[in-house]
Nanobody, 124 residues
Framework: QVQLVESGGGLVQPGGSLRLSCAAS????????VAWFRQAPGKEREGILC????????YYSDSAKGRFTIARDNAKNAVSLQMNSLKPEDTAVYYC?????????????????WGQGTQVTVSS
């Protein structure tokens, strides 16, 4: 069964850090581009960044540049999202997604597999 499962969300104070993980089963994640999206209450889902097959990172969110980093952990068949200097406006449900035939983009409809999402709340 093909599955992506996110973990690591929670409540963090402004300026703090969180590390999200996205573990795959049923397929080999390192063979596909992987992206992180987020959806804040009342807003559309937005692409944050994508890790291509050659492990280059493309940022779709200007606010994430310099604060968020994506990396593969092939031994665990997973990717991570390290988030630093978190702000209240980062509060959202975070999703990882993988595309089987695409190259990776900010277009959510390109992605074939999605996790269930993990809540990140940044608040004092």
């Amino acid at each position: 069964q093909v599955q992506l499962v996110e973990s690591g969300g929670g409540l963090v104070q402004p300026g703090g850090s969180l590390r999200l993980s996205c573990a795959a089963s049923g397929f080999t994640l390192e063979e596909y581009p992987v992206a992180w999206f987020r959806q804040a209450p009342g807003k559309e889902r937005e692409g944050i960044l994508c890790l291509s097959l050659n492990n280059s990172t493309v940022y779709y969110s200007d606010s994430a540049k310099g604060r968020f980093t994506i990396a593969r952990d092939n031994a665990k068949n997973a990717v991570s999202l390290q988030m630093n200097s978190l702000k209240p406006e980062d509060t959202a449900v975070y999703y990882c997604a993988a595309t089987i035939e695409g190259l990776g983009s900010r277009n959510q409809y390109e992605y074939d597999y999605w996790g269930q999402g993990t809540q990140v709340t940044v608040s004092s």
